[in-house]
């Protein structure tokens, strides 16, 4: 049974710049969440993706942004790069099942280390 | 405004102890309460979670204590080895599934053999 895969496993870019990174989820899993872990914190909520829309959204601002495919894949988006953005990038999958009892358990990936020089 | 704050921020115990990790929460809508291990290099695995109509849970060597009343939850980790040397988190969310985790700082836990 796959678990989450993410891609690329590190990242180093320049100010500026623009970044896309990549998340399967677990396998039969229909929910992606994203989560970004500065250096010695915990990590913290971005977003998350059900049925291809954003179903929430932490505080971050609009450089972040987000997609979900059919075939329940993500890809997190951040645009106009600043130093701080540089950390672990998570993401998370969950399902979510309607009229069924719910569990909020998110299995992470492993994550993509993002550098901004 | 942090709604999860976990402590110690590091802690060392010998091979065989016991280690005790708090956490404390303010949004009392939250009804899930997870813990992470996180390895360097790992994303953050689930150890153990907890919702608050039960006290305690326990599963192996790791258990954990619930006050609902006090708003704070504790993880045991009982016979501690080396290999427990981690980062652990506590979380927290409500009972929707996958509705965002808070996450709290994290502790950085040592095992002396």
């Known amino acids: 049974d796959a678990g989450v895969t993410q891609s690329p496993t590190h990242l180093i870019k320049t100010r500026g710049q623009q970044v896309t990174l990549r998340c399967s989820p677990k396998?039969?899993?229909?929910?992606v969440s994203w989560y970004q872990q500065a250096l010695g914190q915990g990590p913290q909520f971005i977003f998350q993706y059900y049925e291809e829309e954003e179903r929430q959204r932490g505080n971050f601002p609009d450089r972040f942004s987000g997609h979900q495919f059919p075939n329940y894949s993500s890809e997190l988006n951040v645009n106009a790069l600043l130093l701080g953005d540089s950390a672990l990038y998570l993401c998370?999958?969950?399902?979510?099942?309607?009229?069924?009892?719910?569990?909020?358990?998110?299995?992470f990936g492993p994550g993509t280390r993002l550098t901004v020089l | 405004q942090q709604q999860v704050k976990q402590s110690p921020q590091s802690l060392i115990v010998q091979k065989g102890g016991i280690s005790i990790i708090n956490c404390a929460y303010e949004?009392?809508?939250?009804?899930?309460f997870p813990w992470y291990q996180q390895f360097p290099g790992k994303g953050p695995a689930l150890l153990i979670a907890i919702r608050p109509d039960v006290s305690e849970k326990k599963e192996g060597r790791f258990t954990i204590s619930f006050n609902k009343s006090a708003k704070q939850f504790s993880l045991h980790i009982m016979d501690s080895q080396p290999g427990d040397s981690a980062t652990y988190f506590c979380a927290a969310s409500t009972v929707q599934a996958g509705t965002a985790l808070i996450f709290g700082k994290g502790t950085t836990l040592s095992v002396s053999s």
């Open positions: 949004n009392t809508a939250f009804d899930y």
């Open positions: 396998s039969g899993h229909d929910t």
């Open positions: 998370a999958s969950s399902l979510i099942l309607a009229g069924a009892p719910s569990t909020d358990t998110q299995y």
